[in-house]
């Protein structure tokens, strides 16, 4: 951790400098690059969890603009919540929109029908990686408001699960929880790969079911508001990564609130985190 920290350091103050930019008499016109989200020469990998919204909270469509934003910070595999397939809502394949945006292959976790057609979570990857499984573990709800559901994609040389928690009873929430580290502990829990799983918990980090996360998961990304995205008071997002499988380096982490290249505060309502990775 004190590396991460000497790391974050020079990033806090350029996004401090660039605060007092915005704040001075004049504030039209092109603005600088965004440097404070460099990605070091030796991180293997940069996951990046983000609830997308559909892709349809503030614009009609964000698709293009997430993209060029994951492709300014140089993401290399992500996990998207609240996806649509083919629905009435978005008669497209939205997983696969922005895959195809980014170059990008894929793999789509249905949560639940909706509408005529699909929604849940997904993963998407630089082609660079190389998959070789991919799977879904169902969360079937009980006290919940809807199902959920849980991407899995084994690579390589890690693992990447993405989950979406149930919203409205902390009771799903923790069901949930253990059904995902059962099985992705059984299956990799040799520590032969690092496993890690992202998304928006639903969970504050005082919260029952953020502790029982830290039973079984470190915890990669920092207690910092992700929720609202124009005016965020709350940590709901998060990355970690499963305790005794494989070995890694975390080498930084944050929220991610500013783009040159996209409107962070209009693609969703949820800002992205993100966890610079080193495999050993």
């Not at 140089?74 to 895959?99: P, S």
């Not at 292959?105 to 949560?111: N, Q, T, V, Y």
């Not at 079937?140 to 084994?154: A, I, L």
């Not at 040159?260 to 080193?278: E, F, K, M, N, Q």
Request: glycine share 8%; net charge negative.
């Amino acid at each position: 951790m004190k590396t991460f920290y000497l790391l974050a350091l020079p990033a806090l103050m350029l996004a401090m400098s660039c605060s007092c930019e915005r704040n001075g008499n004049d504030d039209s016109g092109p603005k600088p690059p965004i440097n404070a989200y460099d990605k070091a020469e030796n991180v293997s990998v940069r996951i990046v969890s983000y609830n997308v919204g559909a892709f349809g909270k503030y614009v009609e469509n964000s698709t293009a603009m997430v993209a060029s934003m994951m492709k300014e910070i140089k993401a290399d595999a992500m996990i998207l919540n609240e996806l649509d397939r083919n629905n009435a809502r978005h008669d497209t394949d939205q997983l696969a929109d922005f895959a195809t945006a980014m170059d990008w292959d894929c793999h789509f976790a249905r949560a639940m029908d909706f509408r005529g057609g699909e929604y849940g979570n997904g993963a998407a990857w630089s082609k660079d990686l190389q998959a070789v499984d991919r799977y879904v573990i169902s969360l079937p709800k009980r006290t919940g408001s809807e199902d959920r559901s849980c991407v899995v994609v084994e690579f390589d040389d890690f693992v990447l699960a993405g989950t979406h928690l149930e919203v409205k009873t902390e009771e799903d929430r923790l069901r949930g929880i253990r059904t995902i580290t059962e099985t992705l502990a059984g299956k990799y829990g040799d520590g032969g790969k690092p496993v890690f799983l992202c998304g928006d918990m639903n969970a504050e980090p005082s919260s029952a079911t953020i502790e029982e996360f830290r039973k079984n998961w470190e915890q990669l990304t920092l207690d910092a508001d992700t929720y609202p995205s124009d005016a965020p008071d709350r940590c709901i997002d998060y990355i970690f990564a499963l305790k005794d499988a494989g070995p890694y380096t975390l080498i930084a982490s944050d929220v991610m609130t500013r783009f040159g290249s996209g409107d962070v505060t209009g693609a969703s309502d949820h800002l992205p985190v993100y966890a610079d990775i080193v495999l050993e």
